[in-house]
């Protein structure tokens, strides 16, 4: 397992919805766990390792107790409320931005039991639930950008050339 960096296509695929629940997804999970700690991250969706699957993993803490897998996940209430802070994203390596999410969301989706779950969250954790329920969607945080906010962006790292205009 590896992560794969924009533009890869796969980071703009919308992922295949989870209806079934065995070993090998838990392994999935494992594996998905291992790589994103291993890179100093707290959150990781499959299509950033080249798996069309809704799973995406979170820890913000890095204690094993906190880990969350969430299969097959969307935001059933988000607050009015907003906040603009900086981000950045493994599959965008070198590239910070301020973007702007809800301060709080309700996530509903299903543990690797297949057991539907719901999920309160506010400033970070939120902030990291609405980040990784994009890349399951095929959005970066950097499609979050004005055009010129993302092109500042991008022109930080010099290995990435914003060369494709055509990608939202
Ligand atoms: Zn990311």
Redesign the pocket.
């Known amino acids: 397992m590896k992560i794969l960096t924009y533009p890869h296509p796969s980071l703009q695929r919308k992922s295949g919805s989870i209806k079934i629940f065995n070993k090998e997804l838990a392994n999935i999970a494992k594996k998905m766990f291992h790589l994103m700690y291993k890179l100093n991250g707290v959150?990781l969706?499959a299509n950033?390792v080249g798996l069309p699957y809704s799973i995406a993993v979170i820890n913000p803490t890095r204690k094993e107790s906190e880990e969350i897998v969430l299969v097959n996940p969307r935001l059933i209430k988000a607050s009015r409320e907003t906040i603009h802070e900086d981000e950045g994203?493994?599959?965008v390596p070198g590239v910070s931005a301020q973007v702007k999410r809800h301060l709080g969301v309700t996530c509903e989706y299903y543990n690797l039991k297949g057991e539907k779950a719901v999920l309160d969250a506010r400033e970070l954790l939120a902030k990291i639930l609405q980040?990784?329920i994009d890349?399951l969607n095929g959005i970066?945080?950097i499609d979050r950008l004005s055009a010129e906010e993302r092109q500042e962006a991008l022109r930080k790292n010099p290995l990435l050339n914003d060369k494709d205009e055509n990608i939202k």
């Open positions: 959150g969706a950033q994203c493994l599959s980040h990784e890349h970066l945080f």
